[in-house]
């Protein structure tokens, strides 16, 4: 009930109004706001197979271990790094107990077997074009577009503080257990070592490593050793062993899991509720009935579900990136152009725009109509949103 509870909506939900949203996942997430579960699916959640692998090699299955963390990083390339540290902790451990040279080949060759088709495509796909296109598109990203992930000063809070102090307590508690204890220890060390570096050197490469991204699998299992502590101090107790203690014990742990499905399926049912009176549910409605091939629609940047909820292209989207250097340049020029429009409400832009880009509709504010310029018209209003539709060809002015 302990393990449920601690990660259940209702915590959340409480620590987010008692304190802040930085205190959401206080007890399952990592730090720089990037966990493995979260509200949405989506390829970071394969990380539990991190977990799944530590739980495999400390019941002695070090190939399968392997393989599960290497899944994760096939999954999501960005746990290259984390999949990386716990083979190499993985081979330490298993040359400290069994001193076995071709043990320590074989698991190499075996990680070294299965990373390399994610290794390939990784290299392939995100490999630079040039070395100064690779570093203005990867300043893009940790300036511009994902600093809370990728910049030290945006995450380093007091919620890291709290997060040093569980796994400090973690590590006191596995002294004992030299699978857990190591994996911990290990992966906190690299961790803390590799951020040292980013925070004395600065630059984009590592940063865009994530190597703070470790503590997406040490702060989750630092808790859970935390309970685990906990759950075992109760059950040494003399208490345990009254049957009247250990009923209600029974009782107040199924109430408390109860009460956590039950809130869990209200905050569930009122998200929906939530999606559901989206304003933009019309919007999307509308593109969705009335799409056409050729259709290109200028959004503001931020409305990031248009294209999964509509079925048609958007320009650009703030959420969605590219991740080589040439597309991740044009994907920011393509923001700058959209944003520029959106801020000024200036039609001569929006002729540039269309004439260069190809533009066939414009979704803005209803509110915004102003904005209506010459070479459009209204093809769609309701409360919230209006699309124009760009009926004649533009040149470019």
Same mark, same amino acid.
């Given at each position: 009930?302990?393990?449920?509870?601690?990660h259940?909506a209702?915590?959340?939900?409480a620590?987010?109004?008692?304190?802040?949203?930085?205190?959401?996942?206080i007890?399952?997430?990592?730090?720089?706001?990037?966990r493995?579960?979260g509200?949405?699916?989506?390829?970071?959640?394969?990380?539990?197979?991190?977990?799944?692998?530590i739980?495999l090699?400390?019941?002695q299955?070090?190939?399968?271990? @392997?393989?599960?963390?290497?899944?994760?990083?096939?999954?999501?390339?960005?746990?290259?790094?984390?999949?990386?540290?716990?083979?190499v902790?993985?081979?330490?451990?298993?040359?400290?107990?069994?001193?076995?040279?071709?043990?320590?080949?074989?698991?190499?060759?075996?990680?070294l077997?299965?990373?390399?088709?994610?290794l390939?495509?990784?290299?392939?796909?995100f490999?630079g074009t040039?070395?100064?296109?690779?570093?203005?598109?990867?300043?893009?990203?940790?300036?511009?577009?994902?600093p809370?992930?990728?910049?030290?000063?945006?995450?380093l809070?007091?919620?890291?503080?709290?997060? %040093?102090?569980f796994?400090?307590a973690?590590?006191?508690?596995?002294?004992?257990?030299?699978g857990?204890?190591?994996?911990?220890?290990?992966?906190a060390?690299?961790?803390i070592? &590799?951020?040292?570096?980013?925070?004395?050197?600065?630059?984009s490469? &590592?940063?865009?490593?994530?190597?703070?991204?470790l503590?997406?699998f040490?702060?989750?299992?630092?808790?859970?050793v935390?309970?685990?502590?906990?759950a075992?101090?109760i059950?040494?107790?003399?208490?345990f062993?009254?049957?009247?203690w250990?009923?209600?014990?029974?009782?107040?742990?199924?109430?408390?899991?109860?009460?956590a499905?039950?809130?869990?399926?209200?905050?569930?049912?009122?998200?929906?509720d939530?999606?559901?009176?989206?304003?933009?549910?019309?919007?999307?409605?509308h593109?969705?009935?009335?799409?056409?091939?050729?259709?290109?629609?200028?959004?503001?940047?931020? %409305?990031?579900d248009?294209?999964?909820?509509?079925?048609?292209?958007?320009?650009?989207?703030?959420?969605? @990136?590219?991740?080589?250097?040439?597309?991740?340049?044009?994907?920011?020029?393509?923001?700058?152009?959209?944003?520029?429009?959106?801020?000024?409400?200036d039609?001569?832009?929006?002729?540039?725009?269309?004439?260069?880009?190809?533009?066939?509709?414009?979704?803005?504010e209803?509110g915004? %109509?102003?904005?209506?310029?010459p070479?459009t018209?209204?093809?769609?209003?309701?409360?919230?949103?209006?699309?124009?539709?760009?009926?004649?060809?533009?040149?470019?002015?």
């Open positions: 009930s302990m393990l449920i509870g601690s259940s209702a915590l959340r939900f620590l987010s109004r008692a304190l802040s949203a930085n205190w959401t996942y007890f399952e997430d990592g730090v720089a706001d990037q493995i579960l509200p949405v699916f989506q390829p970071s959640v394969f990380g539990v197979l991190m977990i799944a692998s739980c090699f400390i019941y299955r070090p190939y399968l271990a @392997i393989l599960s963390a290497v899944l994760a990083a096939t999954f999501h390339p960005t746990y290259l790094l984390s999949a990386g540290v716990l083979t902790l993985y081979m330490l451990l298993t040359w400290k107990v069994e001193r076995s040279p071709g043990k320590i080949i074989s698991l190499a060759a075996t990680a077997i299965f990373v390399s088709p994610i390939y495509y990784a290299f392939d796909s490999s040039s070395p100064e296109l690779a570093a203005r598109a990867r300043e893009i990203l940790v300036s511009y577009r994902i809370h992930h990728a910049q030290i000063d945006q995450w809070d007091a919620t890291v503080a709290v997060k %040093m102090t796994l400090l973690a590590l006191y508690l596995s002294r004992r257990s030299r857990v204890f190591s994996i911990l220890l290990g992966s060390l690299i961790a070592l &590799l951020t040292a570096v980013q925070a004395l050197l600065g630059g490469f &590592l940063a865009l490593i994530f190597p703070w991204r503590s997406i040490i702060l989750p299992l630092s808790t859970t935390i309970l685990a502590a906990i075992a101090g059950s040494a107790s003399p208490l062993h009254s049957t009247a250990l009923n209600a014990l029974k009782i107040s742990s199924g109430a408390a899991i109860l009460a499905v039950v809130i869990g399926a209200i905050r569930f049912k009122l998200d929906l939530r999606k559901a009176a989206n304003p933009e549910r019309g919007l999307f409605t593109i969705y009935t009335h799409k056409q091939p050729q259709d290109l629609y200028l959004t503001p940047v931020k %409305m990031q248009f294209r999964l909820e509509s079925g048609a292209p958007a320009y650009v989207d703030f959420k969605s @990136i590219p991740y080589k250097d040439t597309d991740m340049l044009e994907w920011y020029r393509r923001v700058q152009i959209a944003d520029e429009f959106y801020q000024s409400g039609c001569e832009r929006l002729r540039d725009a269309v004439a260069r880009e190809n533009i066939t509709h414009v979704v803005i209803t915004q %109509m102003s904005l209506a310029c070479f018209d209204v093809s769609y209003q309701d409360q919230y949103f209006t699309i124009l539709r760009i009926v004649q060809s533009v040149p470019s002015g």
